[in-house]
């Protein structure tokens, strides 16, 4: 990994749980945590991925924990956290990363496909926070930041139940940080715009997708993995302290 852009001192020790941390955004997620002394958990149902960046972060400090989860399954996911609180502690930062923007067509959507998308792309959001919240009550303090996406904002087509979820999660942060405020603990939305992951590249990113990157980035280059896992630091550090409710967005300008 390349050296951090900033280091927290406060984030060294931290306890944090990351979903979808295997590949892609979650990946530079759970290896910028662990380059700042944070004791990292993730879960995934990719497990090759996993133990692959398992392994590779080992050779730099304490190899992160991951526990196999399919996020659909919610006692899975309350298991894997509880799993975590009890080897290290109450969770000081969630990061409620995991969603999949499969493409689908308005008239092919069924109601058990209608769920399934809720399912993978927010209610896990809601009962991850639930779970880490009594923690992080009794500490008085901590961070949790839900993932969104500009394709709402963009009016992006051919995924409306993935923008409908991706919307909803900053509706989540607004009305969670009125609430838990009073505790101590934070909440806030990062946006990303159109992130360059391996699965990006391989399945959607053509010549036509980088015409489209540099017609509406204000900013020349590609957006990174890197560049989203840089804006979690800084939520889940002290330099964020007063900061909830908020969005965030990197997107190069885009939106």
């Known amino acids: 990994m390349s050296t951090p852009v900033a280091i927290y001192p406060g984030l060294a020790g931290k306890v944090a749980f990351v979903s979808g941390g295997a590949t892609g955004i979650g990946a530079a997620i759970v290896e910028k945590l662990h380059a700042q002394g944070c004791r990292v958990a993730f879960v995934d149902i990719d497990a090759r991925s996993a133990e692959q960046l398992c392994a590779r972060l080992a050779a730099q400090g304490p190899a992160p924990l991951f526990i196999a989860c399919d996020l659909c399954d919610l006692e899975a996911l309350q298991a894997a956290i509880a799993t975590v609180a009890a080897r290290w502690g109450a969770i000081d930062v969630l990061v409620n990363n995991a969603a999949h923007d499969e493409r689908h067509a308005i008239e092919a959507v069924t109601p058990a496909y209608f769920q399934s998308r809720i399912d993978v792309n927010l ?5 991850a926070a639930q779970a880490v919240l009594p923690g992080m ?33 900053h509706g989540l942060t607004r009305s969670m940080a009125r609430d838990i405020g009073q505790h101590g603990v934070r909440v806030n ?59 965030f967005v990197v997107d190069a300008g885009w939106t």
Not at 123 to 127: A, E, T
Not at 203 to 227: F, K, S, T, W, Y
């Open 189 to 247: 939305t990062v946006t990303p715009g159109w992130v360059m992951t391996e699965r990006q590249l391989a399945l959607h990113v053509d010549a036509a997708g980088e015409a489209e990157i540099a017609r509406n980035q204000c900013l020349p280059g590609q957006l990174l993995p890197g560049d989203l896992a840089d804006m979690v630091l800084f939520l889940a550090s002290d330099a964020s302290r007063m900061c909830t409710a908020q969005e």
């Open 123 to 127: 209610r896990h959001y809601f009962f």
């Open 137 to 169: 009550q009794q500490k008085r303090a901590g961070s949790i930041i839900n993932f969104s996406s500009i394709s709402y904002k963009i009016k992006a087509g051919n995924y409306p139940l993935y923008a409908m979820c991706k919307a909803a999660a």
